[in-house]
């Protein structure tokens, strides 16, 4: 009986990467072939976003490809798209399969043979009845893993669907993250991202919290095999100073964070109910910038959600161009579906909102290349991938600066210690090796 062949494809966030790789070792495991998206797969599995409108219209793109491809393959479709929507997906023409948050992880308990029949098959739990962490994990995709350590999330925010998607707040036992991270560095993984839906809020299991994010940074500090671990996006009322100090002095936590802001506007905070003010985001990134001068600081921001007048938009603007931050993660709002701000009044329209995107992605250009001019003339650690474009390799240093230089294949999964010269065309730092 012929191989099988197996094509992934991933939308959305590193979490869902780490999704996708799990899922994919599990075929690779009972004999199926891995291959290419355009190598006539006999299946497809399709990981899906719904964080925007936009992320639903790229899952219908890439069915529409899927059955170009390979008219008689069989399409699953998994992930968060599939969990809110279920039934508007299994009537797109061409899908086999529809599985939710907790029904991805047993695709050969409820597909078994992966054949094609006459209707789509549709398997998707309440999300409330969902609490069951799986563990997941990222690896031969990249050369940073990405280990997922929490899922779901408890906050309430009006613009966001990743409750209805996802469920509750969970996470995996310190001891099985601890071992995980072990096993991956036997493995060759040299660089770890810790993971979650709000990461910063590990440690709940069976609706009880048992442990902090705190504790798994202190236990994995002490993993030997691990030379570099990331923390993800974390919310930044659970960016604790004790954390910010202890990454400070740690050998295995890179000096780089990632946390969201959305608006620098307390009363668009307000309304989008997050769990913090500006003042209180503001200390937490001048904390950063004293305590670890040269770390990498990443800003998620949200335009154009209702209300955001002209004059509030521009509070943000001012906020983040006096904030001592290094780049900007610039997201246009989408209204989604059972969500509170889909009802709110004083809609922003959408050529305004692309005017403020646009706004902000060139102050995020102005920012990136500031922060990276500031630091040649340092010294750095890189961290090389198997990126490699005209003769040249990347790769990251400690504090997240993209570093370009000439392709060796040796420094490929290599931690080579570099001087920062200067900055290319392309925005990325030129070395020269030590």
Do not use: W
């Not at 493995?187 to 770890?192: A, F, L, P, S």
Request: net charge neutral; glycine share 6%.
């Amino acid at each position: 009986m012929p191989v099988k062949k197996v094509a992934f494809h991933t939308l959305g966030c590193k979490l869902n990467f780490s999704e996708t790789s799990t899922i994919a070792r599990s075929f690779q495991e009972r004999g199926f072939e891995r291959v290419d998206f355009n190598e006539d797969p006999d299946i497809f599995i399709i990981n899906t976003c719904s964080v925007t409108d936009n992320a639903d219209k790229k899952c219908r793109k890439v069915i529409r490809e899927a059955r170009e491809v390979s008219p008689n393959a069989f399409v699953a479709i998994i992930g968060c798209y599939a969990q809110l929507k279920p039934q508007e997906l299994a009537e797109i023409e061409g899908v086999d399969a529809v599985l939710g948050a907790a029904e991805k992880f047993k695709l050969f308990d409820l597909i078994g043979d992966f054949e094609r029949k006459e209707h789509a098959c549709v398997y998707a739990s309440d999300i409330a009845d969902i609490n069951e962490f799986n563990p997941s994990y990222s690896i031969s995709d990249r050369t940073r893993t990405f280990l997922k350590i929490q899922d779901g999330c408890d906050y309430s925010c009006t613009f966001c669907t990743i409750p209805l998607a996802r469920g509750a707040s969970r996470s995996d036992t310190i001891e099985h993250v601890v071992l995980e991270a072990t096993d991956l560095g036997k493995k060759g993984v040299r660089e770890v991202v810790l993971t979650g839906i709000n990461t910063g809020d590990f440690g709940i299991r069976n609706g009880n919290r048992e442990d902090s994010f705190f504790d798994l940074v202190k236990e994995l500090d002490k993993v030997k095999t691990i030379e570099r671990f990331r923390i993800s996006s974390i919310e930044p009322n659970l960016l604790t100073k004790e954390i910010i100090d202890f990454v400070a002095q740690s050998n295995r936590f890179m000096p780089h964070f990632h946390v969201p802001l959305q608006s620098g506007s307390d009363n668009v905070l307000k309304a989008m109910k997050r769990r913090y003010s500006k003042d209180l985001y503001e200390d937490r990134i001048q904390y950063i910038r004293k305590t670890i001068p040269h770390a990498s600081i990443g800003v998620d921001v949200i335009i154009g959600f209702p209300g955001e007048s002209e004059e509030e938009f521009l509070k943000t603007y001012q906020f983040l161009n006096e904030l001592p931050c290094s780049y900007l993660h610039v997201f246009t709002y989408s209204e989604r579906p059972n969500t509170e701000a889909i009802k709110m009044q004083s809609v922003v329209p959408q050529s305004e909102r692309n005017k403020r995107s646009k706004m902000l992605r060139s102050l995020s250009e102005k920012k990136k290349r500031a922060f990276y001019e500031q630091n040649i003339g340092s010294t750095a650690k890189v961290l090389y991938e198997n990126d490699v474009e005209n003769g040249k390799m990347h790769g990251f240093t400690e504090n997240y600066i993209r570093v370009s230089a000439p392709h060796k294949p040796e420094n490929v999964n290599s931690i080579i210690k570099v001087a920062i010269t200067a900055i290319n065309n392309n925005g990325y730092a030129e070395v020269a090796e030590y």
